[in-house]
């Protein structure tokens, strides 16, 4: 049973609080409970990303994220009762209570059990010349430039190993053979690495169709450019809960109008706004995909954009997980300057 006491808040906390207390838990879950310690909902790292999809304020009321009727189980109801439920529901956390509604304990559904992120493919997009970059990338491919002492793709792979994940495709055109040279077969990293060639180009989802097999569940895409603290495991929570054909990590990106903003209506001017900042939800590069999408592929050229829209015309639910962690896509030497001063302190060195 989980130390429920270390996610445990007050009906008065600010979503900010939240979410600190799920990163400090390490749980996906903080549990909300009044003065008597009777448990009033559950927030889940889920709900939270939802709430930021709806642009919820951070320093509002806990309740604006809350789960009033979270799933629980009696204490005398016992641990493998819990465990049953919890396998049914496809959740993974059930909160614990006592014949008053007293929260008593937590019990948790091995994540990586339930992910099985062991068998979960990631495919690595990582064929571009990052042409951006010249003339560092005119002898090293960009995904191999090296950002806090190691290649950047390693660091990515590091990334997902740490989180179980053990199957690996390197999606590769531009000097591929660096590639092959630098990491062989994923041995010395513990996991199996395999390469897909791009003869030609194929955009950012193309390559799928290289895949030497369709996959048997979930799998996550990613370009292999990026530098993100993200716990892919969230998204595959996140993904499944939802029964989602593809989810799509997406960013929030302010931009401040350069110009006054003319606000009419008709021909009526009704207010000028001076300047005003603007925000919206980008692409963050990072998708997971179930392999009924390998269906939608059209055997060559393919960008991520179109095969979900293909996804959300026929009918198949598509799904945006925000992304409220570190995340940096390194596409210009600015970016790659920032990525090496930024790498000790999100990473630890």
């Known amino acids: 049973m989980a130390d429920f006491k270390k996610v445990t808040v007050g009906l008065d906390s ?4 939240v979410i600190q207390t799920i990163e400090r838990g390490a749980i996906q879950i903080a549990l909300v409970v009044d003065a008597e310690g009777v448990l009033l909902g559950t927030v889940t790292d889920g709900d939270i990303r939802r709430g930021l999809l709806r642009g ?20 005398e109801e016992g641990k493998e009762a819990a465990y049953r439920l919890m396998r049914r529901l496809e959740i993974h956390h059930m909160p614990v209570v006592d014949g008053a509604g007293r929260l008593v304990g937590l019990e948790l559904l091995d ?3 339930k992910l099985n992120a062991q068998d979960t493919w990631v495919v690595l997009m990582a064929g571009g010349k990052g042409t951006r970059l010249m003339p560092l990338t005119a002898s090293t491919p960009k995904p191999l430039l090296s950002v806090g002492g190691k290649p950047l793709i390693e660091t990515i792979i590091g990334n997902f190993i740490d989180q179980g994940f053990q199957r690996f495709f390197l999606s590769l055109n531009y000097k591929a053979e660096m590639f092959r040279a630098h ?4 041995s010395r990293l513990g996991v199996s690495i395999e390469y897909l060639h791009e003869a030609e180009a194929l955009g950012t989802a193309g390559a799928l169709s290289l895949l030497p097999a369709r996959p048997t569940g979930s799998m996550i895409v990613m370009n292999g450019d990026l530098l993100t603290a993200i716990d ?9 809960e939802h029964k989602a054909a593809a989810t799509m990590c997406v960013r929030e990106y302010s931009f401040q109008v350069p110009y006054g903003v003319v606000e009419i209506d008709g021909p009526r ?7 005003p900042v603007r925000s919206c939800f980008v692409s963050a590069g990072i998708y997971s995909l179930e392999p009924e999408m390998m269906d939608l592929l059209p055997g060559g050229y393919c960008d991520m954009p ?3 829209e293909a996804a959300r015309t026929s009918g198949r639910e598509t799904l945006a997980f925000p992304v409220r962690e570190y995340w940096l896509d390194i596409g210009r030497v600015a970016d790659l300057e ?4 930024e790498f000790d302190q999100v990473f630890g060195g």
């Open 56 to 75: 919820i304020d951070l320093h509002g009321p806990v309740a604006s994220v809350l789960q009033t009727k979270p799933r629980t189980i009696r204490v």
């Open 111 to 113: 994540d990586l059990v």
């Open 306 to 308: 179109d095969l979900f």
């Open 183 to 186: 990491f062989g077969d994923g």
């Open 232 to 240: 892919f495991r969230n998204l595959l929570i996140f993904h499944r």
């Open 14 to 17: 600010a979503v900010l609080d």
């Open 269 to 275: 001017l009704m207010g000028i706004v001076e300047k």
């Open 338 to 341: 920032r990525a090496r001063t």
